[in-house]
T-cell receptor, first 114, second 113 residues
């Protein structure tokens, strides 16, 4: 049973470009969470999605950031017109149910904005 | 707003000694408290968790204690080994949510040989 798969693992973008990060949850998991981690800091919740639904996006900036989890395919975190401050590690996690608490994390996608 | 404070930010202990990391939370509705270990460049991994109806939980060399009245919980690692070196994060659910976690800033644990 493959774990949470994220790609790309590393992504370099220039200011103003778009970054698209993908996350395939563990098999059987229908709850996906995105977190951002700045160097030397903890994880910050961004968004929680179920298939075709955004449940909670309270941690996601209102502009330039969007997330989706379509019926088919991976969850995608999209950052438009990237700025240097978007440079961070973006972790995706999944869980089989929202009430278990335990999150299974992917290896993360490290975005560098030049 | 709601937050979780974690101390110390860095902890250096001699191999074989014990390590204790402490966290305090502000939301009295918090009911789930996990601890994650993150090695350099790797994903966070759950090492132990505790729910609000339990005061203590132990798993081999790792234990977690929870004091709901004081709103703090602690991670205890005994007989530390070099592979325990990592950053440890505590977290707590908040706002009555079962899924949204507020994370501490992390503790870098260094095990000296």
């Amino acid at each position: 049973n493959a774990g949470v798969m994220q790609n790309p693992r590393h992504l370099v973008r220039r200011r103003g470009q778009e970054a698209r990060l993908r996350c395939s949850p563990m098999k059987g998991h229908s709850h996906v969470y995105w977190y951002r981690q700045l160097p030397e800091e903890g994880l910050k919740f961004m968004v929680y999605l179920q298939k075709e639904n955004i449940i909670d996006e309270s941690g996601m900036p209102k502009e330039r950031f969007s997330a989706e989890f379509p019926k088919e395919g991976p969850s995608i975190l999209r950052i438009q017109q990237v700025v240097r401050g978007d440079s961070a590690a973006y972790f995706c996690a999944s869980s089989p149910r929202p009430d278990t608490g335990e999150l299974f994390f992917g290896e993360g996608s490290r975005l560098t904005v030049l | 707003g709601e937050n979780v404070e974690q101390h110390p930010s860095t902890l250096s202990v001699q191999e074989g000694d014990s390590a204790v990391i402490k966290c305090t939370y502000s939301d009295s509705a918090s009911n789930y408290f996990p601890w994650y270990k993150q090695e350099l460049g790797k994903r966070p991994q759950l090492i132990i968790d505790i729910r609000s109806n339990v005061g203590e939980k132990k798993d081999q060399r790792i234990a977690v204690t929870l004091n709901k009245t004081a709103k703090h919980f602690s991670l205890h690692i005994t007989e530390t080994q070099p592979e325990d070196s990592a950053v440890y994060f505590c977290a707590a659910t908040w706002g009555g949510s079962n899924y949204q976690l507020i994370w501490g800033a992390g503790t870098k644990l260094i095990i000296k040989p």
